[in-house]
């Protein structure tokens, strides 16, 4: 938005002093005018009569403030036509906008929103380059190893076996083959997949249950191979309880992580908790040794209590 600027000292220039309050009443206004529609100091007549009287138009012109039609300023200052009036240098030394300047600035952030924006959609096309690039690259190195393992189990040579041996049928996680499982409610891990084709439950949802209703939301289950059968066998030794303890000092001490992959180190280590005159210790492993602090002790029954919620859903939904 354009300007009308005046210089810290007009207050006591001789031609606004000469001019009087009046007068400048309508020198601002008409000012202000002019600036806002960009008329290059040009005041029409019918603005002069608007918001002043010919008097304090006159006396603007006789100060020097304001020209005449067929003025002789030296300073070459616009002529108006008969009836308008011209503000003595207006536009000296960019003090104000002239019309020219400001489309030329308009241009330019024209200009500059439009690279910006040409910018964004090559950096968007080049995304949607590089993601068609690593889908080709995927689905030809999935026909590759694909390829690779009809050509190895067809083969009569492969160790004098035509068919598929015991061990090959068996093995999973990184030995099984190029191709990555797809991502699943249960995580990214050939087990899950499994899991979920089979229409089996998951094996994780007790734990995952736990870490929620313990008050850490929001964590990714997004677990690897090997790292879901870590959790599953943690499970299985040292019970869902103790797992979601160990989340939730880990968070206290470190913590929330953004995953649930941050705790399954951890996990491996426990050991199942030993119970002593009823006292549940556990292990050093989580930062703390010796009985649980109360607040802990309120996780387990906070944790206890939603299990049984969810075991009470489950039954009534059979």
């Not at 354009?2 to 008409?30: E, M, Q, V, Y």
């Not at 590759?144 to 598929?164: M, R």
């Not at 949802?205 to 690897?224: M, N, S």
């Not at 549940?280 to 029954?301: H, K, W």
Request: aromatic share 6%.
């Amino acid at each position: 938005m354009p300007w009308f600027r005046i210089d810290d000292k007009a207050h006591s220039h001789p031609k606004l002093i000469k001019a009087g309050n009046a007068a400048l009443g309508l020198w601002l206004r008409c000012g202000a005018y002019a600036a806002q529609h960009l008329t290059d100091g040009i005041v029409p007549g019918v603005v002069a009569e608007l918001y002043g009287t010919k008097p304090q138009a006159a006396k603007l012109v006789k100060a020097g403030l304001w020209h005449e039609h067929d003025h002789a300023c030296p300073a070459g200052c616009p002529n108006p036509t008969p009836g308008d009036y011209a503000f003595h240098d207006f536009l000296e030394d960019g003090r104000n906008t002239s019309r020219a300047r400001h489309e030329a600035e308009k241009k330019k952030a024209r200009d500059r929103q439009a690279k910006h924006r040409e910018g964004a959609r090559g950096a968007q096309n080049g995304g949607e380059n590089a993601e068609k690039t690593r889908d080709f690259t995927f689905d030809s190195s999935s026909k590759k190893s694909e390829s690779a393992s009809e050509k190895s189990q067809s083969s009569d040579a492969t160790a004098g076996q035509s068919s598929e041996s015991r061990r090959d049928a068996s093995v999973t996680g990184i030995h099984a083959g190029a191709t990555p499982y797809p991502s699943t409610s249960y995580g990214s891990t050939g087990a899950a997949s499994e899991q979920r084709s089979a229409g089996l439950p998951d094996p994780l949802a007790d734990l995952k249950r736990g870490i929620a209703t313990a008050g850490l939301t929001g964590v990714a289950w997004d677990l690897r191979e090997s790292s879901w059968e870590y959790t599953r066998q943690a499970i299985d030794r040292v019970g869902v309880p103790a797992m979601v303890a160990y989340a939730v000092n880990s968070a206290r001490l470190k913590g929330q992580p953004a995953g649930a992959s941050a705790w399954v180190q951890g996990w491996r280590s426990l050991e199942a908790p030993e119970q002593q005159d009823g006292i549940a210790y556990l292990p050093a492993a989580v930062g703390q040794v010796g009985p649980a602090s109360r607040q802990q002790q309120e996780t387990n029954d906070l944790f206890d209590r939603a299990m049984q919620r969810a075991k009470s859903r489950m039954q009534e939904d059979q």
